[in-house]
């Protein structure tokens, strides 16, 4: 943060453009027992590819709290998510059209932790929108859930489902139905309903909670009808779960559990080498009841190996288990071409393995399956902040999961230390990522383009805490070789939040030095002190940044905790943010760029609401 002054009046603000029209809701509070009314229309805030226009509002939730939202519209197919408390850009989950009632969404959600939620009134697809109301109820506790029937081998039971039924953190009602396993059993599911699309899931209790291990939805031949083949991957209970697709869905339905046919029977291929091979009605038979070859090979402990399945007569499917015919890893259209299929692993036990190859669907024909060995990981090289260094990326290099080579590493950092590392290439796209040393690599982080120069990459991060990290410098394209430039730079510590009086303005500037958010757009922070139900109007204006004004608190653990935000409340291109204080206390306004890398003056003014 640099260059500061605070005035003592809003009407210094002499860069402000003439407002716009279009008031941005993101992030409007949002009450329990609250309709509102909206419409998405030009000037909304759009998606990262500009693929749709949204609204955001923010809702206050206690742990375990279980709400419903309604969004309707007869101007656009509705579509609801909400995301949880914090930067994160997974959704929490997602309704389409739940309410039963043509395109309007009801989305049923349950707050795992305290905290704000972002809820999120879109169409499906499209900028095109319109007039639509969006409510938000509490629902009541749900039903204690019961002890699970039993069901055993060659039994089918009849059942219904009802809205006294326990339900899924997502809302849908279910059954429960236990049964007992030998390790490599294997169990053919069945279930059938004329009254609602059935879903069929298996899986184990765990500490008290409900552990996926497998789903259907749909069976092959079956219509709307699940079936599912199930493998145990060890001796013990398991669990079966029927559930509606829609969580509005009850009403009568069986269940049945058979023994499963036999797995499709192994042909040796060895590291190496390549075979085709030809799908048919009459093969084996995978988890998901459709036809499947399986091939072995022999393989060591940290062995890398890529495994090709391509074919023109089908979208190809892979999977490979471990002699247990415990799944390791599958894939679906991560080779070359479109549809056809790789998976690239680091093989974790010397031993024996197993591959599955089959379609996406039911489809059958000729294919051709490789599998071969590839540049295990090196140790990364440590580099050292400061540091510019040349290096190459080519056929020799190690692979990622996604068959691109790579440079890796090393680097030692202490908890919130901000780092930079800049990429750049004039022979391919650059991509770097960042994660944490040892065991197998994660990214933490990543960026492709983060340098605003054209396929080059700038990626900032916030070291979590103390200790050792790898970086990796590597093409966007698993085609991608030849030389490249890496710089790795300390940037400290973030900015500590500066202090803005509440009828005052600040004028700052935006710098590559400033904090930056998750998505790497730079902010400043300032603190104030606000009282409870103190209205107040914040205002950004800049002509060189695209505004974005959040308010909340710094929790304990560092987190921001977004209470309110806007981005293009004002105009286009300034942000505007009413907002009302929920307790006597310190919050912290971070102004900042809506874009990643954008840089420039503003001007921040917060002022009590006429």
């Known amino acids: 943060m640099r260059r500061h002054t605070i005035l003592a009046a809003a009407s210094c603000l002499a860069i402000v453009l003439a407002a716009?029209?279009?008031?941005?809701?993101?992030?409007?509070?949002l009450a329990v027992g609250t309709t509102v009314q909206g419409a998405i229309e030009e000037g909304d805030q759009t998606d990262a590819e500009d693929a749709y226009r949204y609204d955001d509002y923010a809702v206050t939730a206690r742990a375990g709290q279980r709400f419903e939202a309604i969004l309707r519209s007869g101007e656009f197919d509705a579509w609801l998510e909400v995301f949880?408390?914090?930067?994160?850009?997974?959704?929490l989950g997602s309704d389409d059209d739940g309410l039963g009632e043509g395109t309007d969404s009801r989305l049923r959600f349950t707050a795992p932790e305290a905290g704000t939620y972002i809820l999120r009134a879109r169409p499906l697809s499209g900028l095109e929108g319109g007039a639509y109301t969006l409510s938000l109820t509490e629902r009541p506790p749900a039903p204690r859930a019961p002890r699970p029937s039993g069901i055993r081998l060659g039994q089918t039971l009849n059942?219904?489902?009802?809205?006294?039924?326990?339900e899924t953190d997502d809302g849908r009602?279910?059954?429960?139905?236990?049964?007992?396993?030998?390790?490599?059993?294997?169990?053919?599911?069945?279930?059938?309903?004329?009254?609602?699309?059935?879903?069929l899931r298996v899986g184990r209790n765990v500490d008290g909670a409900f552990v996926q291990l497998a789903e259907n939805d749909d069976g092959p031949d079956s219509g709307?009808?699940?079936?599912?083949?199930?493998?145990?991957?060890?001796?013990?209970?398991?669990?079966?779960?029927?559930?509606?697709?829609?969580?509005?869905?009850?009403?009568?339905?069986?269940?049945?559990?058979?023994?499963?046919?036999?797995?499709?029977?192994?042909?040796p291929i060895a590291i190496g080498a390549t075979v085709e091979g030809q799908l048919t009605g009459s093969d084996g038979k995978s988890e998901s009841d459709t036809p499947a070859d399986a091939w072995r090979f022999e393989g060591r402990e940290g062995q890398r190996v890529r495994i090709d399945m391509t074919s023109d007569d089908f979208d190809t499917y892979l999977e490979l288990f471990d002699e247990n015919r415990v799944s390791l890893d599958e894939d679906d259209d991560g080779g070359p071409a479109g549809t056809n299929s790789r998976i690239t692993l680091t093989l974790p036990r010397t031993g024996a393995y197993i591959v599955e190859a089959?379609?996406?669907?039911?489809?059958?024909?000729?294919?051709?399956?490789?599998?071969?060995?590839?540049?295990?990981?090196r140790m990364p090289e440590p580099i050292a902040f400061g540091t510019a260094l040349q290096g190459e990326i080519g056929e020799a290099d190690p692979r990622d999961d996604d068959d691109r080579g790579f440079d890796a590493f090393t680097f030692s950092g202490v908890q919130g230390q901000r780092i930079q590392a800049i990429m750049r290439s004039g022979d391919f796209d650059t991509y770097l990522q960042i994660g944490k040393a040892g065991g197998e690599f994660s990214a933490l982080e990543d960026d492709d383009d983060g340098l605003m120069e054209g396929t080059d990459s700038r990626l900032n991060f916030i070291l979590p805490e103390d200790g050792e990290y790898v970086l990796r410098a590597l093409p966007l394209g698993s085609d991608g070789e030849g030389l490249y430039s890496?710089?790795?730079?300390?940037?400290?510590?973030?900015?500590?939040?500066?202090?803005?009086?509440?009828?005052?303005?600040?004028?700052?500037?935006?710098?590559?030095?400033?904090?930056?958010t998750d998505s790497n757009s730079h902010y400043d922070a300032y603190r104030i002190t606000a009282r409870e139900d103190e209205k107040l109007l914040i205002t950004m204006v800049s002509n060189d940044v695209d505004s974005f004004v959040a308010i909340g608190r710094v929790?304990?653990?560092?987190?921001?905790?977004?209470?309110?935000?806007?981005?293009?409340?004002?105009t286009d291109t300034h942000a505007k943010l009413e907002w009302t204080a929920p307790a006597d206390g310190t919050y912290e306004i971070r102004a900042g760029a809506y874009q990643h890398g954008q840089t420039g003056v503003y001007a921040l003014t917060v002022e009590k609401k006429p």
């Not at 059942?159 to 326990?166: F, K, N, Q, T």
């Not at 890496?486 to 710098?511: H, M, Y």
């Open 173 to 199: 009602p279910y059954d429960a139905f236990s049964f007992r396993a030998r390790q490599g059993e294997r169990f053919a599911v069945a279930l059938d309903s004329e009254a609602f699309d059935p879903v």
């Open 486 to 516: 890496l710089e790795l730079v300390d940037r400290g510590p973030q900015p500590k939040a500066g202090s803005l009086l509440i009828g005052s303005t600040a004028w700052g500037t935006l710098s590559e030095s400033d904090a930056t």
């Open 20 to 29: 716009g029209s279009a008031l941005a809701q993101s992030g409007q509070p």
């Open 555 to 570: 929790k304990a653990n560092g987190d921001f905790e977004v209470l309110g935000s806007d981005d293009d409340g004002l």
């Open 159 to 166: 059942g219904e489902l009802s809205a006294r039924d326990p």
């Open 224 to 267: 709307l009808n699940s079936r599912l083949i199930f493998t145990a991957p060890e001796t013990g209970d398991y669990l079966i779960r029927v559930t509606p697709l829609d969580a509005a869905g009850t009403g009568a339905y069986s269940l049945g559990l058979r023994e499963g046919p036999p797995p499709a029977s192994a042909e």
């Open 358 to 377: 089959r379609a996406f669907s039911d489809g059958t024909g000729a294919y051709s399956l490789s599998v071969t060995e590839v540049q295990p990981d």
């Open 84 to 91: 949880p408390p914090g930067e994160s850009a997974e959704a």
